[in-house]
């Protein structure tokens, strides 16, 4: 069931805006998120360079996108990650620190008074503090972990800021280094979605040779304070470089140009967000409401707010593009209309007046569909939404992907478009607090079952049986519309054929004439169905709603959480696989300017 239209959370931090307070309620701009990772040694001569270089790119990354927020994401190890923070704060941005294990474990590594006090210096100064869970040990279950395994922990620290982050600024010397958790193995893991000697190898996944849009890495080359600390030969100290794994171009001074794609598109995002922020709030369809908020895991306010303005925005430009085609359409109809009468019926200019100006009608609609990218959005917002409302559910349910690297928004659309990557932008975002303070809840997995899956009339469950069988209704009409349509036409000319001569001019012209309209209100109603993709949304509701009928009766089969968790660990994956084709099947279906000169 639905709930009803509300008024969108509020929290203290806002981390989609970068400000305090309720003012930022209105705001959905998608943060951009950098987050750092660098050495502990740093060279006291090297670190007002540095400095400038940390500033020079944040100042950069503000004037390229001003209607986003710049957020940087760090650990608060000693060193490069306090030198990167402290720029952050004294320049304005807002700082979310991610400390490697709780925090009283982590303190032990701070054994200086002076360093200790900076660091919780630095902690009362961030926006956002989250203390990543201890890491089980591989020989004993979750349940028995009390040792902390360090190593582990850096390693989950630098899996975590690599996955929530948009850009990786790395503090580095360049130099290759074997210590689980370092430097230079969370450089790797960002390229490579690998990390030795924690979780496993990217090579076990097909994603592993697919474009990425989450490896874009900000060198800065520093010294390290040790022998042999100077950086990697060809590496010059406070050299500045864009580094990813393109093959031809590794390094750059400006930021490749896929990658300025992916963040001008969620940009793009939080723009139309932004200026539909008053209706989005009183009109959007939340996953959950005010009173469910406190019962279940953190962070799902997050994941359902950017939900509900995707979900919306959805909506909008899908009605703007409907409403093209339906323009469209009435303009190829009428111009076929005139262009009868003028041949068949009465021979004045002003049919001839009638048809230029229909066809520049439907251009002109046609063009202002296209200038706005309404096809596109409402295609990409109702993936994002989709993508969402799994990460939403699968939160809720606690349900997680089974490896220590991976988190919702890690498999959706990798294997399509690389340029589809902005919505994965957007949900690393959007999915940031669950992740880090993921919890299991019973009561989430029961809330996840009956609202996601339900039942004939309510979840998606019902949403699919509803939709399938009104696209069926619609396809019956347009069936009905052909065959209407054929049988008038054979009447017609049956009579033409068999009585022939012996039908008079005044009553054969506008035989001939109905027979003309006929068939092209048939032609014109078969090209809406197939710019609607009328008969594959058929299959596609049927098939979705065949996929949740059987999760629901397997949920109910089995009485063990762990299962039903499993069950809705595969419902997920084959909704975000769907989803992923229906986007690929949809956009090549808006109507352009040559597909009206074929219609007419």
């Known amino acids: 069931m639905n709930p009803t239209p509300r008024q969108a959370l509020a929290t203290n931090f806002d981390p989609w805006s970068g400000s305090q307070g309720v003012g930022a309620r209105a705001e959905f701009a998608v943060p951009l998120v950098v987050a750092v990772t660098g050495h502990r040694d740093l060279v006291a001569g090297e670190v007002p360079g540095i400095r400038a270089r940390v500033r020079a790119l944040i100042d950069g990354l503000r004037d390229a996108y001003p209607n986003r927020a710049i957020v940087l994401m760090s650990a608060l ?21 991610v400390l490697p294990m709780p925090r009283e474990q982590y303190l032990q590594d701070f054994t200086a008074p002076a360093s200790r006090a900076e660091f919780d210096r630095l902690c009362a100064a961030a926006a956002d503090v989250f203390e990543l869970p201890l890491v ?34 790395a503090l580095w010397d360049g130099k290759a280094s074997p210590r689980v958790g370092g430097t230079s193995q969370v450089v790797h893991f960002h390229h490579h979605d690998f990390m030795p000697g924690y979780g496993a190898p990217a090579s076990a996944s097909r994603l592993a040779l697919t474009d990425d849009e989450s490896d874009l890495v900000y060198h800065v080359v520093c010294s390290r304070d040790r022998p042999d600390g100077a950086p990697a030969e060809a590496l010059q100290p406070l050299e500045v470089s864009w580094f990813t794994t393109d093959e031809q171009e590794p390094r750059t001074s400006s930021m490749p140009a896929r990658y300025r794609r992916v963040f001008e598109r969620a940009s793009e995002f939080g723009e139309d967000a932004a200026r539909h922020a008053p209706e989005i709030e009183r009109g959007c369809y939340p996953l959950l409401t005010d009173a469910q908020v406190p019962n279940l895991p953190l962070g799902l306010s997050d994941i359902n707010r950017v939900f509900c303005a995707a979900d919306w925005l959805a909506g909008h430009y899908q009605k703007r593009f409907i409403f093209t085609l339906r323009v469209s359409h009435l303009c190829v109809f009428l111009t076929g209309l005139a262009y009868i009468s003028y041949t ?27 200038r706005g990218a309404w096809h596109r959005k409402y295609l990409d917002y109702r993936t994002l939404a989709e993508g969402l409302r799994v990460q939403f559910y699968w939160a809720a349910a606690g349900v997680t992907s089974g490896s220590l690297t991976k988190f919702a928004h890690d498999n959706f659309l990798q ?29 989430g997995l029961r809330f996840a079952i009956d609202e996601w899956i339900g039942d004939e009339r309510s979840g998606q469950l019902g949403y699919f049986r509803r939709r399938a069988a009104e696209r069926m209704r619609r396809r019956e009409t347009t069936n009905s519309i052909a065959r209407g ?15 022939g001569a012996g039908v008079p001019d005044e009553v054969q012209n506008p035989l001939v004439y109905g027979m003309g309209c006929v068939l092209l209100a048939v032609g014109v109603r078969q090209s809406y169905a197939k710019g609607t993709a009328e008969a594959e949304l058929i299959k596609q509701y049927e098939f979705m709603g065949r996929i949740f009928s059987n999760a629901r009766r397997r949920i109910d089969s089995v009485v063990d ?5 499993g069950v809705l660990k595969s419902l997920g994956d084959a909704a975000l696989e769907e989803h992923a084709q229906w986007i690929l099947m949809h956009r090549e279906r808006s109507v352009g300017q040559e597909d009206i000169v074929r219609l007419g």
């Open 136 to 169: 089980p040990p591989r020989d004993r279950p979750a349940a028995g972990a009390t040792q902390v395994n360090r190593e582990a922990q850096y390693a989950q620290c630098g899996v975590f800021l690599c996955a929530h982050c948009h850009i990786l600024l």
């Open 415 to 443: 294997m399509q478009d690389p340029e589809l990557g902005w919505i994965r932008n957007v949900m690393r975002v959007a999915g940031t607090e669950y992740d880090a303070r993921r919890g299991v809840d019973p009561g």
């Open 77 to 97: 190890a000693e060193g490069a990650d306090r030198l990167v923070a402290e720029e952050a704060l004294d320049i304005g941005i807002p700082l979310v620190a």
């Open 485 to 499: 349509g054929i049988w008038a036409s054979t009447a017609a000319l049956a009579v033409l054929m068999f009585v």
């Open 344 to 370: 068949d019926f009465y021979s004045t200019r002003l049919f001839l007046f009638m048809v230029l100006a229909l066809m520049l009608a439907a251009s002109g609609i046609n063009r202002v569909s296209r």
């Open 561 to 565: 959480d762990v299962a039903r968790r």
